[in-house]
């Protein structure tokens, strides 16, 4: 794990510039263009005017599993009987520092790049990112190659091995194609925050925030522009949606 | 030769779209179950012909653009079209007792929406 302040700073400075923007758009006191309500009507397309992005501080994530389990519940996920095989779309790791013996444990999934290299290796345009940042497959139109997995840095990827019943109903899910955490794009888009967000603050840790990073005025880009965050293998460039702290 | 084909094709097109008209009995026509609404979400015609297309579309705007509204929507014509059985239970995707299933057996389409899409409403989405 490593930091790259370059990209960091990047977005810092570009932060930086949205917040002026928004300040230069205020028309009255107290009432600004560029609000916080995200609630996007049903028939418009999704904008890069948001970015989705989670901010995970890993001195509030303790060892239990509860996003692991809000996840998959949500989103029909079954064990397989087989860990091999067993699609896996958000993990907890354990790193150990050898040398002080500090222990960090961490939720691991889809870091949702502006850069995928998912959807840059993608021979059929499967894999792709929303204009609002959420890095998706779609199985329409994948044809299982498993190109994506390979590229993807996080591991964050898994193969459906075999035939799925009973789905979700916002998660259709099948055999021969590829899958990774969506952010919850079903519940982003009705407003609502990924389940594994959710359930860690019913759980009262409150480990993961969900926001927007390109509003200024979001908690999550306070917190961002406070006390910073760390990208995950941020020498690649890849200029990732999940951030964390205390890594 | 090139128009007489075309009358030809507009002949056979003509027979074939008027099948309820000419469904007697030598003609076996599918059982449609029916659905739960009064009417559906564009003229019976235009949804026989184009359905389709209608969901193509729709798919392709809902995952790429987030686009969720309910006209055109697979799951919408799920939740209207599939109705529990006396029994409590749900027809099987494989039965012709299941909406879609009842016309694309008897049209020989094989669709592959429900390899990934749970065939039952949202409602009933784990029964
Ligand atoms: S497995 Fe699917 S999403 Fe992944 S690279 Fe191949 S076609 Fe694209």
Same mark, same amino acid.
């Given at each position: 794990?490593?930091?790259?302040?370059?990209?960091?700073?990047?977005?810092?400075?570009?932060?930086?510039?949205?917040?002026?923007?928004?300040?230069?758009?205020?028309?009255?006191?107290?009432?600004?263009?560029?609000?916080?309500?995200?609630?996007?009507?049903?028939?418009?397309?999704?904008?890069?005017?948001?970015?989705?992005?989670?901010?995970?501080?890993?001195?509030?994530?303790?060892?239990?599993?509860?996003?692991?389990?809000?996840?998959?519940?949500?989103?029909?996920?079954?064990?397989?009987?087989?860990?091999?095989?067993?699609?896996?779309?958000?993990?907890?790791?354990?790193?150990?520092?050898?040398?002080?013996?500090?222990?960090?444990?961490?939720?691991?999934?889809?870091?949702?790049?502006?850069? %995928?290299?998912?959807?840059?290796?993608?021979?059929?345009? +499967?894999?792709?990112?929303?204009?609002?940042?959420?890095?998706?497959?779609?199985?329409?139109?994948?044809?299982?190659?498993?190109?994506?997995?390979?590229?993807? %840095?996080?591991?964050?990827?898994?193969?459906?091995?075999?035939?799925?019943?009973?789905?979700?109903?916002?998660? %259709?899910?099948?055999?021969?194609?590829?899958?990774?955490?969506?952010?919850?794009?079903?519940?982003?888009?009705?407003?609502?925050?990924? +389940?594994?967000?959710?359930?860690?603050?019913?759980?009262?840790?409150?480990?993961?925030?969900?926001?927007?990073?390109?509003?200024?005025?979001?908690?999550?880009?306070?917190?961002?522009?406070?006390?910073?965050?760390?990208?995950?293998?941020?020498?690649?460039?890849?200029?990732?949606?999940?951030?964390?702290?205390?890594? | 030769?090139?128009?007489?084909?075309?009358?030809?094709?507009?002949?056979?097109?003509?027979?074939?779209?008027?099948?309820?008209?000419?469904?007697?009995?030598?003609?076996?026509?599918?059982?449609?179950?029916?659905?739960?609404?009064?009417?559906?979400?564009?003229? &019976?015609?235009?949804?026989?012909?184009?359905?389709?297309?209608?969901?193509?579309?729709?798919?392709?705007? &809902?995952?790429?653009?987030?686009?969720? &509204?309910?006209?055109?929507?697979?799951?919408?014509?799920?939740?209207?079209?599939?109705?529990?059985?006396?029994?409590?239970?749900?027809?099987?995707?494989?039965?012709?007792?299941?909406?879609?299933?009842?016309?694309?057996?008897?049209?020989?389409? &094989?669709?592959?929406?429900?390899?990934?899409?749970?065939?039952?409403?949202?409602?009933?989405?784990?029964?």
């Amino acid at each position: 794990m490593s930091s790259n302040n370059d990209s960091n700073g990047s977005r810092r400075t570009f932060l930086k510039g949205t917040a002026a923007l928004a300040a230069g758009l205020a028309i009255a006191p107290g009432v600004r263009l560029l609000g916080v309500a995200k609630a996007k009507p049903d028939n418009e397309a999704v904008t890069s005017i948001v970015r989705w992005g989670m901010l995970i501080d890993t001195t509030k994530c303790s060892e239990c599993e509860v996003c692991v389990e809000a996840c998959h519940a949500e989103n029909g996920i079954k064990d397989q009987g087989d860990p091999a095989t067993t699609p896996q779309w958000i993990r907890k790791l354990m790193a150990r520092d050898s040398l002080t013996g500090h222990v960090v444990t961490l939720p691991m999934m889809c870091q949702h790049c502006e850069n %995928p290299p998912c959807a840059d290796v993608c021979p059929t345009g +499967a894999s792709f990112r929303r204009a609002d940042g959420i890095v998706l497959v779609d199985r329409h139109i994948c044809i299982g190659c498993r190109y994506c997995m390979m590229a993807c %840095p996080y591991k964050a990827r898994s193969f459906e091995h075999i035939n799925v019943t009973d789905q979700a109903p916002h998660a %259709p899910r099948g055999k021969g194609t590829v899958e990774a955490c969506t952010m919850c794009v079903h519940r982003v888009d009705k407003d609502q925050q990924p +389940a594994c967000v959710d359930a860690c603050n019913e759980r009262g840790h409150g480990a993961m925030v969900f926001g927007d990073l390109k509003d200024p005025e979001s908690e999550i880009s306070q917190e961002l522009v406070r006390y910073g965050g760390t990208q995950i293998r941020a020498d690649l460039g890849l200029n990732t949606g999940i951030r964390y702290r205390g890594i | 030769m090139r128009s007489l084909f075309r009358l030809v094709i507009h002949a056979g097109l003509t027979v074939a779209l008027g099948l309820p008209a000419l469904a007697t009995a030598e003609v076996p026509f599918p059982d449609i179950p029916r659905g739960k609404g009064d009417k559906c979400v564009a003229p &019976t015609d235009v949804i026989r012909q184009t359905h389709m297309d209608l969901l193509l579309h729709k798919r392709d705007q &809902t995952m790429h653009q987030g686009i969720r &509204t309910k006209q055109y929507s697979l799951r919408e014509c799920l939740n209207c079209h599939v109705q529990a059985k006396e029994d409590g239970s749900y027809p099987d995707i494989h039965s012709k007792e299941h909406f879609c299933n009842a016309c694309h057996s008897y049209a020989a389409v &094989t669709i592959d929406c429900f390899q990934c899409h749970v065939p039952r409403p949202d409602d009933a989405a784990n029964k």
